[in-house]
């Protein structure tokens, strides 16, 4: 957990399972996806690198505060995680512990608004097939001449996508799926058939046309 700020301890309610500006706030909901991307940009050759070497799970939290949350300044906390150190476990797995890792996190308070840094994602519970409790600690600053940061909590559910993924031949899902988390949770999953992505506007020919999976349940129970 983060140093505390000012000397308090965060514990909210189950029914205002946000801590932000220094009150506790009910929120609409909030959702995870989960993404297994197969590519990523590579400065020195500049261009898209595929495949092997170049994998990495993605997780995207988004908590809906109110009707407020997207405008500029308004709360709508959004945190970005980034894993390449495969393989890794599942979220099934994962309860009571940690789902970053240290450089692999990022967040922002909302639109137009401060960063969440330092930032902590805890898996508190699993409830399969699509939800986990999770704790999220950070810190933001306003303005960064300020004398103390404020603090950041969230301790509640979480809806849970399926994960997906993009790949450039349909029988690439599979074997990079294994890379990522192991034989025994490919085979705890059923693949589904997204159907293809089109990006007409991709200069690298071979990134034109993707097809789409998908994996049922999102987190899937193992032995």
Same mark, same amino acid.
């Given at each position: 957990m983060l140093k505390r700020s000012r000397g308090k301890e965060i514990a909210p309610p189950p029914d205002k399972p946000l801590y932000i500006d220094g009150a506790y706030r009910a929120i609409r909901g909030a959702s995870m996806s989960q993404f297994l991307s197969v590519e990523e940009w590579v400065g020195s050759s500049r261009r898209w690198e595929y495949g092997e070497g170049h994998l990495s799970i993605q997780y995207a939290i988004?908590?809906?505060?109110?009707?407020?949350?997207?405008? !500029?300044? =308004?709360? +709508?906390p959004e945190i970005r995680i980034r894993l390449t150190d495969f393989p890794i476990r599942p979220l099934s797995l994962l309860a009571g512990e940690r789902l970053d890792v240290p450089g692999g996190v990022e967040g922002w308070y909302g639109n137009d608004a401060p960063t969440l840094d330092p930032l902590?994602?805890?898996?508190?519970?699993?409830?399969?097939?699509?939800?986990?409790?999770?704790?999220?600690?950070?810190?933001?600053?306003?303005?960064?001449?300020?004398?103390?940061?404020?603090?950041?909590?969230?301790?509640?559910?979480?809806?849970?996508?399926?994960?997906?993924?993009?790949?450039? !031949?349909? =029988?690439? +899902?599979?074997?990079?799926?294994?890379?990522?988390?192991?034989?025994l949770w490919r085979e705890a999953v059923t693949e589904h058939d997204d159907g293809e992505f089109v990006m007409e506007g991709a200069k690298q020919p071979e990134r034109r046309l993707a097809f789409k999976r998908s994996y049922h349940p999102a987190l899937p129970t193992l032995a």
């Amino acid at each position: 957990m983060l140093k505390r700020s000012r000397g308090k301890e965060i514990a909210p309610p189950p029914d205002k399972p946000l801590y932000i500006d220094g009150a506790y706030r009910a929120i609409r909901g909030a959702s995870m996806s989960q993404f297994l991307s197969v590519e990523e940009w590579v400065g020195s050759s500049r261009r898209w690198e595929y495949g092997e070497g170049h994998l990495s799970i993605q997780y995207a939290i988004e908590i809906d505060v109110d009707e407020q949350s997207g405008s !500029d300044g =308004a709360p +709508a906390p959004e945190i970005r995680i980034r894993l390449t150190d495969f393989p890794i476990r599942p979220l099934s797995l994962l309860a009571g512990e940690r789902l970053d890792v240290p450089g692999g996190v990022e967040g922002w308070y909302g639109n137009d608004a401060p960063t969440l840094d330092p930032l902590q994602v805890r898996v508190i519970s699993v409830r399969p097939p699509d939800t986990v409790g999770l704790r999220i600690d950070g810190l933001y600053r306003w303005k960064a001449s300020a004398r103390h940061s404020e603090r950041f909590v969230f301790a509640g559910d979480v809806a849970v996508s399926p994960l997906s993924t993009r790949v450039h !031949d349909a =029988a690439d +899902a599979g074997r990079f799926l294994r890379q990522a988390f192991g034989d025994l949770w490919r085979e705890a999953v059923t693949e589904h058939d997204d159907g293809e992505f089109v990006m007409e506007g991709a200069k690298q020919p071979e990134r034109r046309l993707a097809f789409k999976r998908s994996y049922h349940p999102a987190l899937p129970t193992l032995a």
